[in-house]
């Protein structure tokens, strides 16, 4: 159990992809997406995972996480429980500085979207800003994964 702090942004370029010393192939789907929790099953490569999310603060930049590593097969199956609108999408890992970007290339209808999180301490916490890094969407709730997989970014046109 732990607080969640994290900033998010939206990608500009593909630059990302030089500098990344990690790539997987997520796939992930909602058990539940409303506003007041968020329960969701990922397969990350070979691992399946069970993930509860609380609600946002005001800001959006915190939330309560509890997440739980399940045998893959179990994962697997939970999708058929998931609500409409699966997401896939390659992750990036990228070291700057102290901080590690998570930069996520959506697949399917999402496709086209590049979206950067970043982890913090504290909300305050000062972090170094890659070039391509573009605006700051933490706290817009379209760009939340449970929303993404209502509202696909091809929708948004």
């Not at 999402?110 to 890659?130: D, R, S, W």
């Amino acid at each position: 159990m732990a607080i969640e702090i994290e900033r998010k942004f939206l990608v500009k370029s593909h630059d990302f992809k030089q500098e990344s010393f990690q790539k997987k192939y997520i796939k992930q789907g909602f058990l539940n997406s409303a506003k007041e929790r968020v329960v969701r099953v990922r397969i990350k490569d070979d691992q399946g995972f069970l993930t509860i999310k609380g609600p946002s603060n005001t800001s959006g930049t915190s939330r309560f996480e509890w997440e739980k590593e399940i045998p893959l097969n179990e994962a697997e199956n939970l999708f058929e429980l998931c609500e409409k609108g699966i997401i896939e999408k390659f992750r990036y890992l990228v070291e700057i500085d102290t901080h590690i970007f998570e930069v996520d290339e959506f697949l399917g209808e999402n496709k086209g979207l590049l979206i950067a999180e970043v982890e913090l301490n504290n909300e305050n916490e000062i972090f170094a800003k890659p070039n391509w890094l573009g605006i700051e969407v933490t706290g817009i709730e379209k760009y939340y994964n449970s929303n993404l997989s209502k509202h696909p970014f091809v929708e948004w046109k």
